[in-house]
C-alpha cells in the first residue's frame, strides 16, 4: 500500500487509526524513518527491532548481521527477514513512515528487493510525501498495489464543518464553502483555521482575508494561532519548534527552565501536539506543518535564540550519545567547529558497525561548512578516504595534515594529527613496504596509552609492515600485541590474528 501525499494530510494518523481499528491485523511493526535510514545498517537494523518487538523472531544471525554492520544485506539479512516473516504464523502489517527521507539508490534497491519477495503474510505500507523511487507501474499491473493519494485524503465540505465544529466554530454554509475552496481540503490548513477562529467574534473577517497559495495560507494561520496563545506557552511552541522530537528533559534543558511538564500538559488538547509511536522516553512533536513555520518564524525573528536553543539541544542529544540529532543541531545552529569534532570523536564507532554511510554524509555537511579544511574535519575525511578506496583524496587530506603543527590529542583519541597521518599512511602502504615500516615504527612511538584503539592500530600497522618486509619474527610480536589489545577495534584485532 503506498499512502503519498503532500505533509499536512493526514497520512500517519490515518494510518495509526487504522492500524488500531477493529478491522486492521492484530500486528503491526512500525518504523519511523528519518534523513539518517540512509544508511543501510541503520535501515535494515530498525526493520529488523521493530519485527522482533511484535514478537517476530528474526533469525539470531540476521540480527547480528545488522548489528556488526554486515555489507552483505541483499545477500543475507533481507532473506533472513523474509525467511523469519513466512515462518511466522500470523499476518504482520510494516509500516514504513516519512518513506520520502530515504533518497538511497542502495536502500530503495534493497526495499525493492523485500517487496519482491514479501511473503504472504507481510503487507507493506509506504508513508511517503513523495513517490518512492520503486517500480510502481509493474507493482499496479501486477495487481499488487494499493494507493492512496491527496486527493483521497482532502476534507470534503462537510468533513471541514465537522473540524470546525471540535473547536467550538460554528460557520454559515457560505463560508465553510468558502473555507473549504480557499484551502483546497488541504487538512493542516483546514485545522489551523479552526484553531484561529476560535472564540473569535468575527470569524468570516479571517475567512475572507484567506488567500494565496497553500503555504501562504499555512503560514498565516500559524501565525494566527501563536497570537491567541499567553506568552509563556507561546515561548515554549517556538523554542521546541526547533526539534523534530523533544520530551520534558529536553525541553527543561534548553529553555533552563523547568516549566516543560506544565506547558505540555497545557499542550495536549490540541492536535498541534504529537505524542510518538515510540514513546519510551515520552517523546512528542509539534505537526510538521505547524514546526516547519514556527521554527522559521524563530529563526527569523530571533535567531541568536535560536541558535543557542539548537546548541543547547545538541548537547544534550550528544550526552545521551544520540549522535546524529547532536551533529545535526550544532549544524542547524552554525556551530560547524563543534559538530566536526563530535563526528571526529565518534566515526570509528559508527564505521565499526557498518554506519559508514552516515559518516559520509555528516562530512558532505561539513564541507558545505567553513570547517572544511580544519583538523577534526581533515583526519576524519583522510581516513574515510583510506577506508573507502579512495587514495587521491587520502593523499590530498594527508598533506594538508602534514602542515599541522599542534600536537594536541584528538576528540578521537589519536595523540596528534601527526599520529593520524603515519597511521593512515602505516596502515594502507600506499607509499610501498619501507615507507610504511618507517610509519609504523613512528606511529608505535605516539601512541603509547593502551585505552585508545589507537594503541592496537599502531602495533597492527608496523607488524603487517614487518610481515611484508619478511621480519616474521617481529610482525608476530606486534600483530600479536595488537591482536590482545582491550580497546582494539573489530577490525584491526581480525586484520593482527589473520
Not at 79 to 85: E, T
Not at 235 to 249: G, I, P, V, Y
Not at 266 to 277: F, G, I, K, S, Y
Request: aromatic fraction near 6%; hydrophobic fraction near 45%.
Amino acid at each position: 500500500m503506498l499512502i503519498a501525499a503532500p505533509a499536512g494530510f493526514g497520512k500517519t494518523t490515518l494510518v495509526t487509526q487504522w492500524s488500531t481499528s477493529a478491522g486492521a491485523p492484530e500486528l503491526t511493526a512500525w518504523v519511523g524513518l528519518d534523513s539518517g535510514d540512509n544508511d543501510p545498517t541503520r535501515l535494515w537494523r530498525q526493520l529488523t527491532t521493530a519485527l522482533q518487538r511484535i514478537g517476530c523472531d528474526v533469525a539470531a544471525d540476521t540480527g547480528a548481521l545488522t548489528e556488526a554492520g554486515s555489507p552483505d544485506i541483499l545477500g543475507r539479512v533481507v532473506p533472513g527477514i523474509v525467511n523469519a516473516v513466512a515462518q511466522f504464523e500470523r499476518s504482520i502489517i510494516l509500516v514504513l513512515d516519512d518513506y520520502h527521507l530515504v533518497r538511497s539508490a542502495v536502500c530503495s534497491d534493497q526495499v525493492e528487493y523485500l517487496i519482491a519477495h514479501l511473503p504472504e503474510n507481510l503487507h507493506m505500507v509506504l508513508v511517503t510525501r513523495a513517490d518512492p523511487s520503486l517500480r510502481l507501474g509493474r507493482l499496479r499491473v501486477e495487481g499488487r498495489l494499493g494507493e492512496i493519494r491527496s486527493t483521497d485524503l482532502a476534507f470534503t465540505v462537510e468533513e471541514t464543518r465537522a473540524v470546525l465544529a471540535t473547536e467550538g466554530v460554528h460557520l454559515p454554509a457560505p463560508a465553510v464553502s468558502e473555507l473549504f475552496r480557499r484551502t483546497g481540503g488541504w487538512p493542516a490548513a483546514v485545522y489551523l483555521a479552526a484553531l484561529s477562529l476560535a472564540g473569535r467574534d468575527n470569524p468570516q473577517d479571517l475567512v475572507d482575508q484567506l488567500s494565496g497559495t497553500g503555504r501562504f495560507i499555512a503560514d498565516y494561520l500559524t501565525e494566527k494561532v501563536l497570537v491567541h496563545q499567553d506568552p509563556e506557552v507561546r515561548d515554549f511552541m517556538l523554542d521546541m519548534s526547533l526539534f523534530d522530537r523533544f520530551n520534558t528533559s529536553l525541553g527543561n534543558h534548553v529553555t533552563q527552565t523547568q516549566a516543560s511538564g506544565r506547558l505540555l500538559q497545557r499542550l495536549q488538547h490540541t492536535n498541534l501536539l504529537q505524542v510518538t509511536l515510540d514513546d519510551a522516553g515520552g517523546w512528542v512533536r509539534f505537526h510538521p506543518i505547524f514546526a516547519t513555520l514556527a521554527s522559521s518564524t524563530l529563526e527569523v525573528s530571533d535567531p541568536d535564540r535560536a541558535r543557542d536553543l539548537h546548541h543547547r539541544g545538541a548537547g544534550w542529544f550528544a550526552d545521551r550519545d544520540l549522535i546524529d540529532e547532536a551533529v545535526r543541531h550544532y549544524l542547524r545552529g552554525d556551530a560547524a567547529p563543534r559538530a566536526a569534532a563530535l563526528v571526529q570523536a565518534n566515526w570509528l564507532r559508527y564505521v565499526e558497525t557498518g554506519r559508514t554511510a552516515t559518516v559520509l554524509e555528516w562530512l558532505d555537511a561539513l564541507h558545505a561548512s567553513t570547517t572544511e579544511h580544519s583538523v577534526h574535519t581533515t583526519v576524519t575525511a583522510a581516513w574515510m578516504a583510506a577506508l573507502t578506496g579512495h587514495p587521491g583524496e587520502m593523499t590530498q587530506r594527508l598533506r594538508l595534515l602534514e602542515t599541522v603543527t599542534d600536537d594536541t590529542p584528538l576528540p578521537d583519541g589519536t595523540s596528534s594529527a601527526r599520529s593520524a597521518v603515519v597511521l593512515i599512511r602505516g596502515l594502507c602502504g600506499y607509499d610501498g613496504p619501507d615507507r610504511m615500516l618507517a610509519d609504523g615504527r613512528e606511529a608505535v612511538s605516539l601512541e603509547t596509552n593502551r585505552a585508545t584503539p589507537w594503541y592496537a592500530v599502531a602495533r597492527a600497522a608496523l607488524g603487517h609492515a614487518a610481515y611484508v618486509v619478511g621480519d616474521l619474527q617481529q610482525a608476530r610480536d606486534h600483530l600479536s600485541e595488537a591482536a590482545s589489545a582491550s580497546a582494539a577495534p573489530s577490525t584491526i584485532r581480525m586484520l593482527a590474528l589473520a
